[in-house]
């Protein structure tokens, strides 16, 4: 009899066992289907960042002939990537599907164990107890190889995506050096044009800014000194600062941004997050245009000019432009007479036939520019009207330049007399 019974409760503790193994294996799946979950959106959002920022790359490109080239492999991969993100709605709909009957098995093995459970735990004291243990444990270590297992998986997929991830900067960055060149080549190619010891020079990736900000922005609320990021920031590119991240390479990090290795260590700790590792794969940093005034042996560069070598400096950069239709407002303002005739007048000229509209107080621009077309306005005080209109050696149009910008004939005619008794004189 007692054998019977103890044949009957082998029997159900086996029967108890498969329930509560197929528990396990539930619980799991639906751990393991969760966490797909959480690993696929965060896959297919980084892949929509990373999109972004190549369609901006191709945008830039688009308008580089040198570089047009690579733009059809570029755009193959972009379409591709677009493909695999528009069957993201189907998946997550089939993993929804998923997780439903997943949660229903796990109640349906619940209540069909749960009394089964109660009887064993009723029938058994002693070595029954210590049986119920061991079989916990049993079942706690089979949960345990599997997280082992998937932690294995998850690590190949790390991998491959870091693989991915790898060739897509390399691809951005072939993009931004070609960039570079082609800014580079237009600066030289402009600096040749420009005869005024006006040097155009383009520093590549030296615009650290937008990075500085966004590490800012990371590291606010963790007491990060301004020094530090700023030594990050110019130390260190991007992408670099991300794999020490992710490799928790403190010492390397000490090393390239020169940071002690408690620093470094710290600044780890607190960009090790999401937001932080997301925006640091979008980060990137810029070339920097400078244009600079050549004073004898040094370039100053336009940030410390005055205003009126500001102007010196700009206006003929602007004026190189011999296609496009260009406005100018005043550009004799804080020039003098000879530079405004030497290199503001002579490169409208060398402009033509492109058209260039000037609005002007000074006779020189239209007279010695010999405009193909002058309109002098006049006002009332509250509207203002045309005057006249025509060709710069129209008599209308000499009489207004005369009057509204020499000053008059009389004011013109003693100018002359002063400039020809001096030089009489010489």
């Not at 369609?55 to 570089?67: D, W």
């Not at 615009?207 to 920031?233: K, M």
Request: glycine fraction near 4%; include cysteine; hydrophobic fraction near 40%.
């Amino acid at each position: 009899m007692l054998g019977g019974a103890s044949d009957l409760l082998s029997m159900q503790r086996e029967e108890l066992r498969r329930k509560e193994s197929q528990l396990i294996s539930t619980i799991r799946e639906l751990e393991r289907l969760t966490q797909i979950q959480g690993i696929l959106a965060s896959i297919f959002n980084t892949q929509e960042q990373q999109n972004n920022r190549i369609t901006g790359v191709i945008g830039e490109m688009a308008q580089i002939p040198q570089i047009a080239s690579a733009l059809p492999e570029i755009e193959r991969g972009l379409e591709l990537s677009n493909e695999l993100i528009s069957i993201k709605p189907s998946i997550d709909n089939t993993l929804r599907r998923a997780a439903v009957a997943i949660r229903e098995k796990d109640i349906e093995l619940r209540e069909s164990a749960a009394p089964l459970r109660a009887h064993l735990e009723e029938a058994e004291s002693g070595l029954g107890q210590i049986t119920s243990q061991l079989r916990n444990v049993d079942a706690e270590l089979a949960a345990l190889q599997e997280v082992d297992d998937r932690i294995i998986q998850l690590e190949n997929r790390r991998d491959e995506v870091s693989k991915q991830r790898a060739l897509i900067l390399d691809d951005v960055e072939a993009a931004e050096e070609a960039l570079f060149k082609s800014r580079a080549a237009i600066a030289r190619a402009t600096t040749a044009q420009i005869t005024n010891n006006v040097v155009i020079v383009v520093d590549h990736l030296a615009d650290s800014s937008s990075f500085r900000a966004s590490l800012q922005e990371s590291l606010r609320g963790s007491n990060t000194r301004s020094n530090v990021i700023d030594a990050v920031a110019e130390r260190v590119m991007p992408r670099q600062l991300l794999e020490l991240i992710e490799d928790n390479d403190a010492a390397g990090l000490a090393a390239a941004a020169d940071l002690s290795p408690e620093r470094a260590d710290r600044l780890i700790q607190n960009l090790n997050n999401e937001d932080a590792l997301q925006a640091l794969a979008r980060a990137s940093l810029s070339d920097l245009v400078d244009f600079r005034l050549r004073d004898g042996i040094t370039d100053k560069s336009v940030d410390v000019l005055s205003t009126g070598q500001k102007c010196a400096v700009t206006l003929p950069v602007i004026l190189s432009e011999e296609r496009r239709t260009l406005i100018l407002d005043q550009p004799e303002d804080h020039l003098d007479n000879a530079y405004l005739v030497d290199h503001v007048v002579k490169g409208i000229l060398k402009r033509n036939p492109a058209q260039t509209i000037v609005a002007t107080h000074n006779a020189n621009i239209p007279v010695l520019g010999s405009a193909e077309h002058v309109v002098v306005l006049a006002s009332d005080g509250k509207n203002g009207s045309v005057a006249t209109e025509g060709r710069f050696d129209d008599a209308g149009v000499v009489k207004w330049i005369t009057g509204l910008m020499e000053g008059g004939r009389d004011a013109f005619a003693r100018r002359s007399e002063f400039y020809a008794s001096h030089d009489r004189t010489d």
